[in-house]
T-cell receptor
Framework: AQKITQTQPGMFVQEKEAVTLDCTYDTSDQSYGLFWYKQPSSGEMIFLIYQGSYDEQNATEGRYSLNFQKARKSANLVISASQLGDSAMYFC????????????FGTGTSLTVIP | EAGVAQSPRYKIIEKRQSVAFWCNPISGHATLYWYQQILGQGPKLLIQ????????DSQLPKDRFSAERLKGVDSTLKIQPAKLEDSAVYLC??????????????FGPGTRLTVL
């Protein structure tokens, strides 16, 4: 079974608008971490934001915030005030104690910011 | 603080040839990972080290792939012989410690391998 599901292969957003990238996860563990990475065309995976399963508040990092809904097992990334440089692939990942702390990645969402 | 270093950045070889990739993790990071990322897909873990020991190599095609981290710092991933389907980006990542679901992985720039 898929550990991480990203159902949006591609997304478009107008510059300066906000966009939400969806991510759902599957785990039976109580302790896990959720991560979002950005991968520009250069190929490097850039860490954006982290949410712990016990964190009561949604994580925020600058223009990035994570909409964490534990009961629904979703961890959507919200990018506010989109910029042209945000155009990239975005990957959701999970790490839980059941899998020896191995990271599981989703298939990614390609975001294009339109000027 | 220096990030994860990888070399080479690009490599083109013919099938059945051998190739090696090098990775130097962030200083002090005990855990090192090698991933294979095929175009259009998410990264797939090949092997995971804790210091100089292998934690997980269940998805490493051991008939042709090998990896080592002899001194618990830098690591080498080798493919011998290469196949066409090995064309991918090979990403190295490191994290501070193994037994923590909160620990973040930091990635290097990757090596883009093309097998002709």
């Amino acid at each position: 079974a898929q550990k991480i599901t990203q159902t949006q292969p591609g997304m478009f957003v107008q510059e300066k608008e906000a966009v939400t990238l969806d991510c759902t996860y599957d785990t039976s563990d109580q302790s896990y971490g959720l991560f979002w990475y950005k991968q520009p065309s250069s190929g490097e995976m850039i860490f954006l934001i982290y949410q712990g399963s016990y964190d009561e508040q949604n994580a925020t990092e600058g223009r990035y915030s994570l909409n964490f809904q534990k009961a629904r097992k979703s961890a959507n990334l919200v990018i506010s005030a989109s910029q042209l440089g945000d155009s990239a692939m975005y990957f959701c990942a999970m790490r839980d104690m059941n899998t020896g702390n191995q990271f599981y990645f989703g298939t990614g969402t390609s975001l294009t910011v339109i000027p | 603080e220096a990030g994860v270093a990888q070399s080479p950045r690009y490599k083109i070889i013919e099938k059945r040839q051998s190739v090696a990739f090098w990775c130097n993790p962030i200083s002090g990071h005990a855990t090192l990972y090698w991933y294979q990322q095929i175009l259009g897909q998410g990264p797939k873990l090949l092997i995971q080290f804790q210091n100089n020991g292998v934690v997980d190599d269940s998805q490493l095609p051991k008939d042709r792939f090998s990896a080592e981290r002899l001194k618990g710092v830098d690591s080498t991933l080798k493919i011998q012989p290469a196949k066409l389907e090995d064309s991918a980006v090979y990403l190295c990542a490191s994290s501070l410690r193994l037994h923590s679901s909160t620990d973040t992985q930091y990635f290097g720039p990757g090596t883009r391998l093309t097998v002709l």
